[in-house]
């Protein structure tokens, strides 16, 4: 497994990434979830992939998310947008490459098509969770919880063994990027992966996306028993084999 790399992008702000490069002109772009990092078995399965296919890899962590500098209720989706940005245009820099998202990652993803679109031969959505802030999150607080978040400015959400730090700037950064309203022309192969059983994220995302893309070849693959995390064994095999297929029709 190749080394962690880190990329300073301001006086401030280190982030924290993976990458691997080869003679092909095509990389695989990893784009991570919701208070997530590199160290899943997702990132390593797709880099080993990379690595066997002789093709690039960039995996990246945003601000706030695990060894990459910044505090995460400093973060929002419109900053973590721009650093991938960054890192893209730092690292595959004019080459191709194909989009893999994970939960929030697939809600960046789309974000990226505004800067790269020529460059985007491809995207796969996995568990993907476009506008969960408000839609997921919100609208589902209480009225207690929303004036606790807005007077306080945050709002630990309790999820499980997870608490979640969730900042009002946050939630109306989100509002700024809505992405259901978009339509996007581009003609790729567009492939959403979403477990039957996901408890995180309800299977109409996936399709909401996929009404999002006119000219795509478009795939929606559930997975019967799978969750949200989709890392087992049997998950991550059929999420290579799905990618796979996206590659086949780009080199």
């Not at 997702?42 to 695990?66: A, D, M, N, V, W």
């Not at 491809?122 to 839609?135: D, H, N, T, V, Y």
């Not at 997975?223 to 080199?251: A, Y």
Request: with cysteine; net charge positive.
């Amino acid at each position: 497994m190749h080394k962690f790399k880190y990329l300073k992008i301001s006086n401030t702000k280190k982030i924290r990434y993976l990458s691997n490069n080869y003679t092909k002109n095509l990389y695989i772009v990893f784009l991570h979830g919701f208070m997530s990092d590199l160290t899943g078995d997702k990132p390593k399965t797709l880099q080993k992939y990379c690595r066997k296919k002789k093709i690039g890899f960039l995996g990246l962590e945003y601000s706030g998310h695990g060894k990459s500098s910044g505090k995460f209720t400093n973060g929002n989706i419109s900053k973590w947008t721009k650093e991938i940005q960054i890192l893209i245009k730092k690292i595959v820099k004019k080459n191709d490459f194909i989009l893999v998202g994970s939960s929030m990652g697939s809600w960046l993803s789309l974000n990226q098509f505004k800067y790269f679109q020529k460059q985007i031969k491809g995207f796969m959505g996995i568990g993907s969770a476009p506008e969960f802030l408000e839609r997921l999150m919100w609208k589902k607080f209480t009225k207690k919880m929303k004036q606790e978040t807005i007077i306080k400015g945050i709002y630990n959400l309790k999820h499980g063994d997870y608490e979640y730090p969730i900042t009002y700037q946050l939630i109306k950064d989100g509002r700024k990027n809505k992405v259901f309203q978009k339509r996007f022309k581009t003609k790729i192969n567009v492939t959403m992966i979403h477990g039957k059983k996901d408890e995180v994220v309800p299977v109409v995302y996936s399709r909401k996306i996929l009404r999002l893309f006119k000219k795509a070849e478009k795939k929606l693959v559930i997975i019967k028993n799978g969750n949200h995390s989709l890392t087992n064994k049997k998950n991550l095999k059929k999420i290579t084999l799905e990618l796979d297929k996206i590659v086949s029709n780009v080199i």
